[in-house]
């Protein structure tokens, strides 16, 4: 079994590939720097399939790959700086962090709550014939499981994820063998959140020098971002009963009665629905009038120990 969905990335791999994605599977594909493990990025399941899929205890935000410059100012706002890169290095191994457009179709799992998004457009023949036969942007996190190398052929993912992947395309090893280099334009001053690629020399003749990581938002542990999304409404943990002025969060079939406002992670109690749904609920109890959020348990196992993470920070944050 293992190994049996790898395809040739010719004209009947790519539909293959498309067909897989618009129902919201994983496909594996080769970009110019790894294999990327990609889904739907507009689709909340689809997304949380990739964190399931890639066993993360935590939701690490994606970068969302586009077929060119227009699908991508469609996503996020840019600016000088960003049209000056976009223009001389797309596409190409550069990813660019931008505030996300007002109307931006893009998962709020995929980006992690964050109101910024991680976009770009790769270079590899078989990436870009995927991303135009699809038409819509594809997030995709390195091809791996969380803690083990980026993957550099068909043949490491379909080792370590095939079972999870409904389509491998084996575009043969990957040219650069590196992840991308990663620039946050988010702020007023570019910052280099990951080396990669492309070298930050070439980018800073462009718009100037780069400063590093600022030690407070580690793209490594980006859960402790300062500006990672949290909630205005504080967050109480564990719920069992709510109060009249609390809304709930619920997770599973039976709710306790009585809260101001009710949205079910999960009533069938599934993982990956309620991983899909978590941060887009959030978002919208934290704007219901409540005086705070009631959050039912969620077991510790699968998903739900990334669904927790994301909680307690959420609830740990000072207000
Ligand atoms: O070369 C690559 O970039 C590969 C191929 C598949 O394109 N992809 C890749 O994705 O390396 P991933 O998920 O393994 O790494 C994404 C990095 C993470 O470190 C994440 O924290 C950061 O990008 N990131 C994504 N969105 C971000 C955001 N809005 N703000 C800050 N960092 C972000
Ligand atoms: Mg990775």
Redesign the pocket.
Known sequence: MLGSSIRRPDDAGIAAAVEALKAGRLVAFP?E????LGADATDDRAVAAIFAAKERPSF????V?VAGSEMAEALARFDERARLLARRFWPG?L?L?LPRSVACPVSLLA?AG?P???V?V?RHPVAARLLAGFGRPIA????NPSGRL?PTTAAHVAATLGKAVAVILDGGPTEIGL??T?V?LSGPSPRL??P??LAEEEIAALIGPLAPPDLTQT??A?GM?TSHYAPRLGLRLEAKAVSADEALLAFGPKIPPGARATLNLSAAGDLVEAAANLFAFLHRLDASDASAIAVMPVPERGLGRAINDRLRRAAARPR
């Open positions: 970009t720097t790894v294999y990327g690490n935000p994606l970068i790959h191994p990813t962090v980006s964050l910024t998004l991680a770009r790769p995709a996190p390195s091809a980026s992840e991308s990663i946050d959140l990951r990669g690629g793209p490594k980006p971002l």
